[in-house]
């Protein structure tokens, strides 16, 4: 908070960071928005982005075995907005239904460098932003529908509760992901796209 203002060297660095990392999702969802829903949006492309999702976190697991900790790495506090900008680009993957957002910057954010808990957290930081900028333009086009269906106090209880559980999230997968790794979560979108594209193909859904 106080970086955003300068009057903190250190938040100063991390906001231009997050910044530099939204930047990316702000200027493609905003080219690309109309040609996503339009093409991206079926269970194929889906079952295709949790199989390529599975194996691109597989394939980072694999490289950074040899890490003797997922704490190796860097810091926020060493982040750069280069590598924040990379982050950001990954990021812009999650735009394919299917890709998880969280789980895409965190494997961009190790890739560029950071250990497992600063890239959980500077996914957290970057989600907030995105996703709240994301809301706020949707607030935009559709907030007279939005408060005609909801009460303006339930849609406050609503992002309040939402920001609790996501700072509780962040805590648990950053202990998680620390002890674990993020394999699990490749062999589970792996078997899940498997699963998914059988029925499919048998015409079972």
């Not at 991206?40 to 194996?55: D, H």
């Not at 060493?78 to 982050?87: E, V």
Request: aromatic share 12%; charged share 10%.
């Amino acid at each position: 908070f106080f970086g955003a203002f300068g009057r903190d060297p250190v938040g100063l660095r991390l906001f231009i960071c997050v910044m530099a990392g939204f930047l990316p999702a702000a200027g493609l969802g905003l080219l690309f928005n109309k040609h996503i829903k339009e093409y991206l949006f079926g269970p194929w492309p889906v079952v295709a982005a949790w199989l390529v999702g599975g194996l691109a976190i597989l394939a980072v697991s694999s490289r950074n075995r040899g890490r003797q900790t997922g704490l190796s790495g860097a810091t926020l506090e060493n982040l750069t907005w280069k590598m924040a900008l990379l982050i950001g680009f990954a990021q812009c993957i999650a735009m394919w239904p299917g890709v998880s957002r969280s789980l895409i910057t965190i494997v961009g954010g190790i890739l560029v460098g950071l250990s497992m808990p600063a890239a959980v957290e500077f996914s957290f930081l970057l989600g907030v932003v995105t996703l709240g900028a994301a809301t706020a333009y949707d607030a935009l086009k559709h907030g007279q529908a939005m408060l005609q269906t909801f009460e303006p106090q339930a849609l406050a209880i609503g992002l309040v509760f939402a920001f609790i559980s996501a700072v509780v999230s962040v805590k648990w997968m950053v202990a998680y992901l620390n002890r674990h790794g993020l394999e699990i979560f490749g062999w589970y979108r792996v078997v899940l796209a498997v699963t998914v594209a059988g029925l499919l193909a048998m015409r079972v859904i």
